[in-house]
């Protein structure tokens, strides 16, 4: 078994916002622990300047030469990511070690902008450990550890806290195979569990070591992690109380995932139809998609949003029409461009409930409007968070259980990842516990799914808007659940008439 000790978010200073005898009990209890590596996950300081810088060294002696750092954004304030340099040295690392038999890889990347919050890993960066991590043996534990968030997390307010590369970091993850992600930043801890469907990847968030800003019922902490392969076990330390908070999570491949028993259900998802008079409307990409989904022998049609391009009557007389020409049950929520100004009227209107509720004898579907007025961001809520979850714990048959919305709960590969849902952290920690089987999302364009706890996450590309940002052009999904709890998630490129499967998941369908 190896053991890390993970402190984070010190925020040294000489000001109000650090607390300096939490920090000290702290230290004492991290040098009454032995483990085979210390790290300090970043944010060492408050205020990136000199004298932090200098505070810092004299409070960290006593553990110093057992930790290894790298930057935070506090740490890159002002002139702090130059003198990060000079007192700690490399901002990254990489070693590679045999603990106990079991051979374990681990780095640590700079995610710190200089002189900003936000953080990303960078496209060189991504290039260089994906190169890395083809080379490695599959025998090895694959550990990456960075200040900024991968995932967005409860409990952080409105949610700004991944890097800006989040959905490509994510996919470098997964496609290579790392096993655990170890993160700090937003001073909560947290943990998830996410699939390809073919490797899964433990994501840890690390609490705040001894800043004052602490969130909800978290109070100053820090993490042991013991690791063994197939299993982590995350300990919450509370340094006031030196109380204990135990996470255990299980991870493994699933090398030959395949469909058992009968079908029970087929989605066609769409989203993003833009429809309008124009150009940003591609028509005959529509008409030959209209074709071939009422052929599909799919159960029911999931459309997520921005339905129209820009909420004009004229749009929603063009999006009544050309919806109509679809011959099987339709669920559809609204996106932000069709909340545009009188949008807000013309949605219930002429195209229906904006958070529609579907049954059928294996499947239910709860639509969710995560639109806000004439803004391109969007959010939940609390009050409609619970709803959903009533919804979902209302259901009392065994149904394949799908939450449908427009603004997509995890990031997106080849996209800058900002706050689509500003609550993406409240939302996705309680569906991904909550039992829903399926959530279904757009707003970006880009086909992508993972699997967050029990939760399959799949974003749809457009179905016929001129905005493409997927190579296979415009596209729709296809949603096969079978009755072993597999699903498999198709692609159906209208531009390249190809179809193409892109995601294999495992779900417990009997709740």
């Not at 550990?143 to 959905?167: K, Q």
């Not at 996106?335 to 807000?344: N, T």
Request: glycine share 8%; with cysteine; hydrophobic share 35%.
């Amino acid at each position: 078994m190896a053991r890390f000790v993970i402190m984070s978010d010190s925020h040294i200073t000489e000001g109000q916002e650090f607390n300096k005898d939490i920090f000290k009990m702290g230290v004492d209890l991290i040098c009454s622990i032995k483990a085979d590596f210390y790290f300090h996950l970043g944010d060492i300081v408050e205020s990136g300047t000199l004298a932090d810088y200098k505070l810092a060294e004299e409070l960290l002696l006593p553990i110093k030469n057992r930790l290894i750092f790298i930057p935070g954004n506090h740490d890159a304030r002002n002139v702090g990511d130059r003198l990060y340099g000079e007192f700690y040295g490399d901002r990254e690392f990489e070693m590679e070690t045999k603990i106990d038999g079991t051979k374990f890889y681990i780095t640590g990347l700079d995610s710190s902008i200089p002189d900003q919050n936000s953080g990303r890993v960078g496209r060189r960066s991504r290039h260089t450990l994906s190169k890395r991590l083809d080379q490695l043996d599959d025998d090895l534990i694959k550990v990456v550890v960075f200040h900024h968030h991968l995932l967005p997390i409860p409990n952080t307010g409105r949610e700004r806290s991944t890097i800006d590369d989040a959905g490509d970091m994510l996919k470098v993850l997964l496609d290579y195979d790392v096993d655990i992600v170890i993160n700090g930043h937003r001073h909560i801890s947290n943990v998830y569990k996410i699939t390809d469907g073919s490797h899964e990847l433990i994501v840890i968030n690390n609490g705040t070591f001894s800043a004052n800003k602490t969130r909800y019922r978290e109070l100053h902490s820090f993490s042991i992690i013991n690791v063994i392969p197939e299993e982590v076990t995350t300990s919450r330390i509370q340094i006031y109380t030196n109380k204990e908070k135990k996470v255990t999570k299980k991870y493994r491949h699933h090398p030959a995932l395949r469909f058992g028993g009968e079908k029970l259900c087929r989605i066609v998802h769409i989203s993003d139809t833009h429809f309008t008079q124009g150009r940003e409307f591609q028509e005959a990409n529509y008409d030959k998609a209209v074709e071939l989904i009422n052929k599909s022998g799919a159960d029911v049609i999931v459309h997520t949003g921005d339905v129209t391009n820009e909420a004009y009557r004229l749009s929603y007389k063009i999006a009544a029409d050309k919806l109509s020409k679809l011959q099987l049950p339709k669920v559809i929520v609204p996106g932000h461009r069709d909340c545009y100004a009188i949008g807000w009227e013309l949605f219930p209107e002429m195209i229906g409930p904006m958070d529609p509720v579907w049954e059928s004898p294996n499947l239910k579907i709860i639509g969710i409007n995560t639109s806000l007025l004439e803004e391109e961001v969007g959010s939940v809520g609390r009050f409609e968070l619970q709803k959903v979850l009533d919804e979902i714990h209302a259901t009392k048959e065994q149904k394949i259980v799908v939450v449908a919305m427009h603004h997509h709960l995890v990031p997106v590969p080849n996209t800058k990842h900002v706050a689509s849902l500003t609550d993406a952290g409240e939302v996705l920690s309680a569906l991904g516990k909550s039992g829903v089987d399926l959530v279904l999302t757009g707003h970006k364009h880009i086909t992508w799914s993972v699997q967050v706890e029990d939760a399959i996450i799949s974003n749809c590309g457009s179905l016929s808007s001129a905005k493409v940002l997927s190579l296979a052009g415009n596209v729709f999904n296809i949603l096969d659940v079978y009755e072993n709890g597999y699903v498999q998630i198709d692609e159906v490129s209208l531009d390249e008439n190809m179809r193409r499967t892109t995601g294999r998941f495992m779900i417990p369908v009997l709740k």
